[in-house]
DNA sequence: ATCGCTTTTTGCCATATGACAAATGTTTTT
DNA sequence: AAAAACATTTGTCATATGGCAAAAAGCGAT
């Protein structure tokens, strides 16, 4: 939980009383590798916190073909924004990559929380425009710069992520097919 | 003024009193083509709302390669957000595309509304994170398209925008040299 | 209408990446 | 340990896109 206390309080102050009351609400839970936080079709109704592991977003193209858009590593909110905001139903999956351990929160406990603790909707508000605003920044180098340049951004944007996550997944981020992450790493070395 | 009210009402309500106090806050501004709203190396320092024209955000590669990432039209906040919110120098430019009709706040109207207003920073936040999300689903297909599916998927994203801005930009946009985004056309038509 | 400037289109060739298939390597199951 | 299942690498060939340069088209000023 001291993790999450503390990536809490780099985006605002909180008193104890606020942060025990926060905390009461969070419970530990484990999603074994592959399986999902959340699912297309169905409509989001937690927001977690990583603790330990990496989670993805995915979808699937018209094409059938299955599309990673985006991973959450450690010490970082997982939430399917989208959905769970305006309660619609969601496009994509948020899969475990690995085993992981995250806190998790029910929307419903959520937004107690918003409406009891004065200043935590600020502070959440900061948290999602810094998470979207690196999403986009992330993803930038995926248009106009070739696969190898986009690789090597990768592996500065999400230092962590790189070995721990299979090639398939990873080209299809890069938007590139697996053989040509292949040879890419290949060439590298 | 109409239509940033009009805007703004789509994401919470507020009295009158209230809106005619932004109002007092809010400035008419021409923006000739070409010209910057905001520019890399300077600190944002205005919310701005699109009336009439289209301005694009515009950073310059390692290369010297001028790459547009984003485009907004009429009805649509534009801000330097990173900079803005953080008060640091910007690496982006906000530029016209065509002659601009905009409306303008000064950050510290902006801020002063924020603490004035109850309920203006939860409006201003939906209104944030909206944006931030259309815009990472905007560039989505960006990535994992080929180039002709990517160009008519920004027609679909951006219809009032593809007739009215050069070639040059949209194809930096794309991802895709000129010359492609020319034959694309060539081939669609 | 003509000139000068910018933007867009076209042509030609080079190359990065895709598609598909086979080979190799790795992990899981029995 | 062997077999099976899955993941990664490699080979071959096809093709979309890039690089560069020239031609054509558009546009504003005179």
Redesign the interface.
Known sequence: MKELVNYILQFGNLNQHQIDLILTKAKEKEIKKEDYFSEAGKIASEVGFIIDGIMRVCYY?NKGEE?T?YFIDENNLVVD??SF?NNICSSAYVQAVTDCKIIVFSKKDWQELLNTIIGW??IV?KI??KA??Q??AR??P????DATTRYLSFMEMFPNVINRIPLSYLA????ITQSSLSRIRKNIR
Not at 142 to 145: F, K, T
């Open positions: 193209n599309i858009k924004l989208e905001d909707d600020t508000h999602i425009s979207l605003m999403k986009v993803r930038s995926l248009v106009s710069e299809s981020y890069l938007g």
